[in-house]
């Protein structure tokens, strides 16, 4: 049974930090494609930050300097950084990822998700 627990959400001022944790169930390295995605009110989800295959990292563009993605995997938890808040960074984020496959080649195709936590700058 696969499981994503976020937490780490809360209310902080503009300019302020916050690091948010996701803890996966089993081990964190037979998963995939890991990563950090937000939705704030009205608007739709939008990528954060995510590992890509081969362990490159991707950042959108408003949170690049800002925010860092990394991974503990003796903790089994992935984690997002986030620095110099701005009001415009307030959302949900959710965490995400995919199985590998038997023999840890291949990255599976189906995403899951965890339920998300609640981030509020003002």
């Known amino acids: 049974h696969v499981q994503l627990v976020e937490s780490g959400g809360g209310s902080v001022q503009a300019g302020g930090s916050l690091r948010l944790s996701c803890v996966v169930s089993g081990f964190i390295h037979r998963y995939c494609r890991m990563g950090w995605y937000r939705q704030a009110p009205g608007k739709e989800r939008e990528l954060v930050s995510t590992f890509r295959d081969g362990g490159t990292i991707d950042y959108q563009e408003s949170v690049r300097g800002r925010f860092t993605i990394s991974q503990d995997n003796g903790a089994n938890t992935l984690y997002l950084q986030m620095t110099s808040l701005q009001i415009e960074d307030t959302a949900v984020y959710f965490c995400?990822?995919?199985?590998?496959?038997?023999?840890?080649?291949?990255?599976?195709?189906?995403?899951?998700w965890g339920q998300g936590t609640q981030v509020t700058v003002s």
């Open positions: 995400t990822g995919r199985l590998l496959d038997a023999y840890g080649r291949r990255c599976g195709d189906t995403s899951y």
